[in-house]
């Protein structure tokens, strides 16, 4: 499986990016997808997630604001970020597994990494 993240960017904040992250290998509707981002001297910490089953999750810090969709035709998973806080600068990381979890060690692939950066 191999995961191509991309749609990160500069944002002011209150603004809105969406990220993509296009599954290659395997079927996305198939599998557990994860969010994750990582901030400059923080570890990677959970964000959304959406099971095979169209399950979703989200960290308390982004409910309301974020929303993870998959696009099966595509193979392709997006979170849409809207009212972006400085607090969101980080680079975010798409991930697969077999179980929807918030733990890093449960997912078995992960893309590159996307930066997002919300000025204030």
């Known amino acids: 499986v191999q995961l191509q993240a991309s749609g990160g960017g500069l944002v002011q904040a209150g603004g809105s990016l969406r990220l993509s992250c296009t599954v290659s290998?395997?079927?996305?509707?198939?599998?557990?997808m994860g969010w994750f981002r990582q901030a400059p001297g923080k570890e990677r910490e959970f964000v959304a997630g959406?099971?095979?089953?169209?399950?979703?999750k989200y960290a308390d810090s982004v409910k309301g604001r974020f929303t993870v969709s998959r696009d099966n035709a595509k193979n392709t998973i997006y979170l849409q970020m809207n009212s972006l806080r400085p607090e969101d600068t980080a680079v975010y990381y798409c991930?697969?597994?077999?179980?929807?979890?918030?733990?890093?060690?449960?997912?078995?692939?992960w893309g590159q990494g996307t930066l997002v950066t919300v000025s204030s």
């Open positions: 991930a697969a597994g077999n179980f929807l979890s918030i733990r890093v060690p449960v997912y078995d692939f």
């Open positions: 290998g395997r079927t996305s509707s198939s599998i557990v």
């Open positions: 959406i099971s095979s089953g169209d399950y979703k």
